[in-house]
């Protein structure tokens, strides 16, 4: 039987360095990336998804199942405490809405993870030794009171949560896959490569 598990894709950020609201950038393969984390969790299996935050109009006319922020413009902290609030699932993978390549595989492998370690609070996916707070599966028993104590603290970054619970660091995912985009230049230098014609070479068995 597969875990259930919530979902949720942050999508309020002030996309500053992106120039336009990144969840409605379109990524490679024509989608809003906002839905490119929603598809990736619905393939995993999610049973409950949200979209937190930003673009209420534009998102619910993708179709996608937009909630408002309880912190508007605090940080994806508090976009995490919101999702919980807005779903009832113990486990809850979030997705920040900047990454073009993320696929089910992630999602699938951040639950797994966590299941496989019952005392642990959160599985954070690693990019070379450095985790990844907004590619993470938390679990709401053991996670959702120190969320919340350290946004009433005055925190507004999830990582800071991190060192008060046990994690899991989920290795090995597909690169691509984890690549995230703050500005045109970095979709741009993400998309060339998949936009370029095959060679010869590449066509060989």
């Known amino acids: 039987m597969s875990p259930v598990f919530a979902g949720a894709v942050l999508a309020g950020g002030a996309s500053r360095r992106m120039g336009r609201d990144k969840a409605l950038v379109s990524g490679p393969d024509g989608r809003p990336l906002a839905l490119v984390g929603v598809d990736a969790l619905r393939a995993a299996g999610a049973e409950e998804i949200v979209v937190v935050g930003g673009d209420e109009v534009a998102l619910r006319a993708l179709g996608l199942p937009w909630i408002a922020d309880l912190h508007p413009g605090e940080g994806p902290l508090g976009g995490i405490v919101t999702a919980f609030a807005h779903t009832t699932a113990e486990l809850v993978v979030v997705l920040a809405c900047d990454m073009p390549g993320v696929g089910p595989r992630v999602p699938a492998a951040l639950v797994e993870a966590l299941v496989a370690a019952p005392d642990a609070g959160v599985a954070v996916a690693l990019v070379g030794e450095r985790e990844q707070p907004l590619t993470a599966c938390w679990r709401r028993s053991s996670a959702l009171g120190p969320l919340r104590a350290a946004f009433d603290a005055g925190e507004r970054a999830p990582r800071h949560?991190?060192?008060?619970?046990?994690?899991?660091?989920?290795?090995?995912?597909?690169?691509?896959?984890?690549?995230?985009?703050?500005?045109p230049d970095d979709l741009r230098r993400y998309a060339e490569p998949l936009l370029r014609p095959p060679t010869d070479e590449q066509d060989d068995p």
């Open 161 to 183: 949560v991190l060192p008060g619970l046990e994690v899991v660091r989920v290795g090995g995912l597909p690169s691509l896959q984890l690549v995230d985009v703050d500005s």
